[in-house]
Structures are given as C-alpha cells and as structure tokens.
C-alpha cells in the first residue's frame, strides 16, 4: 500500500540533516529461508549448531538457479521461526543468537589488487554467483545473471539517484565509504568489459557530487564520470537514469544490456566490492529510519537479519503521545505497509518509515485523469482499476497492465485518496 501522507514536502528537508550512521548488532538475527525470488530452500544445520559469520547454513532455489544462504553473525542456531520480511509476507526465518565475536568463515580471505587485476570476467562472475549477491535496491535480481550477460557492454551505470522522498541510505554509504563504491564500480567495468563507468546522482545532492568528483580524480585511470541528473520522481527508474546518465533511451520492456548499458545500485556495487575484495556475501547494510513517529530520523548500518524494531529502538523510538503508527518497508511511493514493526531487515531493506496514521477513507473516483497524466509508462491507471474490479483479464491485459512499476504516483496524485497502484498491482497479478 502506498503511503497517503502529504507530509512528504516538510520532511524532504531531513536528509540532509540526518547524522553520522549508528550501528545495530542485535542479539538475534533472522536469516530469510523464502525471499520472493527462492521459494524452496534447504537447511544444512540444525537447532544448537555453531555457525561463523559467513557460513553457508542452506541453499533457495529459484526457477533457474540456486543461491547459498550465508549467517551473517557467529553463534548458535535457534529454531526456525515465522516472521514478517520486508515485503510484508510472512516467510521462515532461520534465527540465530549473535555470540558478537564476529568470528569468521575461513572461507572469508581478502585478495590482493594485483590478484584482482588479471581475474577474468568468469571468475568474478562465479564469486559474484557463490557469494548470492542481489539487487540491493529492493529487486533482489541475482547479479551473477545480469553481469553475466553476453551482450557488448560499453558502460556501467551505478544509480546513486534515490528518487524517492525520505530515503538516504546509498546517500550515507556514499558519502561513509565512497572508494568502496569505486573499487566495486572498477570490478563491474573489468568483469563486464564496459570502457566507461557512470556514477547518476541528483544534482541538487551538491555534497554527494563533491565527493563523488573527488573519487573521479583518485580513479583517474578509469574512465569515470558522474552524471548530475535532475530532481525529480521518478529520476530513480532505470530507463530515466539510462536516459540522463548515458543519453540513450531504452524502450520499455527491452534489456538496457541490448543497448550496451549495465545498471546497477549504489550498495549493489558495494556489496560487490565486499565480495571480490573480502569474499564476503551481504552481512551488513545500510537502512534509513526516517518519518514524523520516531524521535531520531537517522541512516543505519545494521547486520542482516535485525528486525525493524532493533533499528527503531536505536532511533531513541518513537514520539509520545501518537496513538497509531503508519510503518513503511522501502520508501512512501513504492514501500510496503505493514502494521507491526516486528519484521525482518533482508538485504534488499534499504528504508523503514514510520508515520502518525492517519486513516485515509477513500472516494469515488471523480474521473479527473490525474493517474493518467502522471503515469510515466502511460498506461491508465483507472481503467486498469475498473477492469481489475470487474475481473475483466483481457481488458486488464489489453490496457498494458504489465508495463506498470509500480512507482505510486496514480495514488499520490489521485484526487479521491484511492489506493490505485493496489488496484493496478492486482491487475498485473491476475494476469500472471
Ligand atoms: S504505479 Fe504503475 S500505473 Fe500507477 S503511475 Fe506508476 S507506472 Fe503508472
Ligand atoms: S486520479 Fe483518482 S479520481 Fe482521478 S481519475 Fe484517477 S482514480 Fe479517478
């Protein structure tokens, strides 16, 4: 459900203003066995068993691959447990109590640059693949696949743009730990082959681009240049940030490889550094905690497999005297609600928002078009709505339901406070 708070504007403001990153090690972790792209996995260590940090403790299957699932803390295996992930579906967890040694897998060794240099796009795929790196951005995409590609490649994109209002944790992880998204940069330029690296951010993030030019002049032997998009929503979406970072527009519905472009997420990139530098998989992230309910807006940096709560608590939690909270996985337009903050921090969290509730009621539909004018796929929202009510599946899928992403502005603009990316969600469900 897409968040219906007008609130937006004010807190625009805050993330400029958000502090240094705090640190959440919680006593348990939960280690997500389903995600939405794995729906079996295998066990391979039982209750009261000790694991290192970054063991492999399973196996997901997706449809056409199989992805290892690493602890992310060292201490003993608990039972496995339901919870809450991070698009709100309920899904096993296998928990594990943190001994908070931080003792390592052997397996987690760093590799010299000069080793690095002459590794071959094979063999950065294949750690890419045994490290179960993913879109971190919230698509959960594996990224062996992608950089796998047999396309000609002439140029990376890192999309640092974070279109959606609130969120600032690329933002931290850039201005915490910018050579770490170069090297990861470098290492996606030598496996794929690209002669050129973009880093896409907003021009209006002044400080960001400082730092970012800075890194360009240390990475000179690359050839790196930073495109300074403008603000607006949703800058973030792929074929945008193509557009402005490389001038090439991809068609929706094509693969940008088709066109010579590989895109990838700021901590996407990070996390390939961790795994080609240190052959770790993701065990830390960085997540924003931000909205008018809790009393200290910040970015984190969390162990995977905290829950929402931990990172709450650790933003001194939430104001007094608000009744009922709105919390938000991900951002206000393309976020999920959920009505508890008993939920698990995946790698793809990158943002919890937490709102005073404010029960919205919904009005008919006064045929205004407002979806339609804004819908950057031009589709029209409303009639996808009337169809999805009626059940009607060739009308949903004549109306290109399918070329939705879900990016939330047909309900943030819509006059009557309905709900119409749900619907249009639905739509595309109903039609496989
Ligand atoms: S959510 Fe989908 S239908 Fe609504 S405006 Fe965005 S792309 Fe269009
Ligand atoms: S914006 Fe809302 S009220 Fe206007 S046409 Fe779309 S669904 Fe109807």
Same mark, same amino acid.
């Given at each position: 459900m897409i968040a219906k708070t007008k609130k937006i504007s004010n807190y625009k403001q805050l993330k400029k203003e958000l502090p240094t990153t705090r640190y959440v090690d919680p006593e348990y972790v939960y280690i997500n066995m389903d995600t939405q792209r794995c729906k079996t996995c295998g066990l391979w260590v039982q209750e009261g068993d000790y694991v290192k940090l970054g063991q492999i403790i399973g196996e997901r299957e997706g449809g056409f691959f199989k992805q290892p699932v690493y602890s992310t803390v060292s201490g003993h295996v608990e039972k496995t447990v339901r919870k809450l992930d991070s698009s709100g579906k309920e899904v096993e967890f296998i928990k594990i109590r943190n001994?908070?040694?931080?003792?390592?897998?052997?397996?987690i060794t760093d590799r010299p640059e000069s080793v690095i240099a002459k590794m071959t796009k094979e063999e950065i795929v294949e750690i890419v693949k045994e490290k179960a790196l993913?879109?971190?951005?919230?698509? $959960?995409?594996?990224t062996y696949i992608k950089l796998d590609t047999k396309e000609d490649i002439h140029t990376v994109v890192i999309n640092?743009?974070?279109?959606?209002?609130?969120?600032?944790s690329d933002y931290r992880l850039i201005m915490d730990h910018p050579e770490q998204v170069f090297k990861g940069l470098q290492y996606l330029m030598q496996a794929s082959g690209a002669k050129q690296g973009v880093v896409a951010v907003k021009k209006t993030k002044k400080e960001l681009v400082e730092i970012l030019e800075r890194e360009v002049e240390r990475f000179k032997d690359l050839n790196i240049k930073i495109a300074k998009l403008a603000?607006?929503?949703?800058?973030?979406w792929e074929i945008e940030t193509f557009k402005g970072a490389t001038g090439i527009k991809v068609p929706i519905g094509e693969l940008p490889m088709k066109y010579g472009i590989l895109g990838f997420n700021v901590s996407t990139c990070q996390s390939v550094f961790e795994a080609v530098?240190?052959?770790?998989?993701?065990?830390k992230r960085y997540v924003t905690v931000n909205g008018d309910a809790v009393n200290f807006p910040q970015s984190i940096r969390t162990?995977?497999?905290?829950q929402v709560k931990d990172l709450i608590r650790l933003s001194d939690g939430y104001k007094e005297g608000i009744d009922k909270v709105e919390v938000i996985i991900?951002?206000?337009?393309?976020g999920t609600s959920v009505e508890?903050?008993?939920?698990v921090v995946t790698p793809t969290t990158t943002s919890v928002l937490i709102f005073e509730n404010i029960d919205y009621d919904e009005e008919p539909c006064?045929?205004?078009g407002s979806c339609i004018y804004s819908c950057p796929v031009d589709i029209q929202p409303v009639s996808i709505m009337n169809a999805v009510k009626r059940n009607d599946k060739k009308a949903i899928e004549a109306l290109e $339901?399918?070329?939705?992403?879900?990016?939330?502005l047909c309900a943030y603009v819509c006059t009557s406070k309905i709900h119409v990316t749900d619907y249009v969600r639905k739509g595309k469900k109903l039609i496989g």
């Open positions: 001994d908070f040694k931080d003792t390592y897998d052997e397996s993913i879109g971190l951005g919230g698509a $959960a995409f594996p640092a743009v974070e279109c959606e209002p609130y969120l600032s603000d607006f929503y949703p800058q973030g530098k240190h052959n770790l998989p993701v065990v162990r995977v497999g905290a991900g951002g206000p337009m393309m508890t903050d008993d939920v006064v045929r205004c $339901a399918k070329k939705c992403i879900e990016c939330g």
